[in-house]
């Protein structure tokens, strides 16, 4: 097994809408990649941090084109074009128009391409996702066979999101449910979860919980996918 990169420790946002346990969203953060300059953060997030007695300003969320200019920096890709009208097959991802992280595209998941495909789940809010994100990163740009679409999910904060993806050198495509649209129509009980999507487009396995290896991710491409 050739030796992981680790993902760099990133200061955490909001958990959720209206929480905050882990850090001050206002807070700039710091990033320790080789590479990034310590210390360097999307300017949309940086707030004044100096506390006054009167009314405190909050900085406005970032533009769209700002995100997109995020999304182009850590070299994410954009997300694939999909066919607005694109039916689910059975047992498949459903009919769900979600944008795209860091684009204006809007994906309809029964649209994805049909092709053996990795559905990760994940939230720059979520601990086990930092753990499982070196296995994501490098089976990923190693099965090329296997496309790799992540899921921003219940997550309030776009342009974190992109920079953990970004820091977690994701090279795949990412949409965004940041209010948690899928989680009565695909069953997600929590953060990680992963789909296994076969060539059908049908759903063949639900992984939930955090993936602990690279060579368990591999295995179970190899048992649902039959590529090894």
């Given amino acids: 097994m050739r030796r992981l990169r680790p993902v760099p420790e990133l200061r955490r946002g909001r958990d959720r809408p209206g ?45 769209s084109a700002e995100l997109q200019q995020l999304r182009e920096d850590f070299a994410i890709p ?4 999909t066919a607005p009208d694109a039916e689910p097959v059975d047992r498949g991802l459903p009919r769900t128009q979600l944008p795209c992280l860091g684009s204006d595209v809007t994906v309809n998941l029964a649209g994805l391409e049909r092709r053996p495909t990795v559905v ?18 490098d089976v990923s740009q190693a099965a090329e ?35 948690g649209t899928l989680r009565s129509q695909l069953g997600v ?29 591999e295995a179970a491409i190899a048992e649902h996918f039959g590529i090894s």
């Fill in 189 to 217: 009980p929590g953060l990680p979860m992963t789909l296994f999507v076969d060539e059908t487009g049908a759903i063949v396995e639900h992984h939930f919980g955090v993936i602990e290896s690279e060579e368990e991710l």
């Fill in 19 to 63: 929480q905050g346990r882990d850090a001050d969203p206002r807070a700039p953060r710091v990033r320790t990649l080789p590479g990034f300059a310590v210390g360097v953060v999307a300017p949309a997030l940086l707030v004044a941090g100096c506390a006054t007695t009167g009314p405190q300003e909050t900085a406005p969320p970032p533009s």
């Fill in 120 to 137: 990760n789940f994940w939230a720059q809010w979520c601990g086990p996702c930092r753990e499982e994100a070196p296995f994501l990163r």
């Fill in 145 to 179: 066979e296997v496309a790799f679409v992540g899921v921003n999910f219940d997550d309030p904060e776009p342009a974190w999101a992109l920079e953990f993806a970004g820091l977690a050198e994701w090279r795949y495509p990412h949409v965004a449910d940041p209010e």
């Fill in 78 to 81: 954009d997300c694939p074009v």
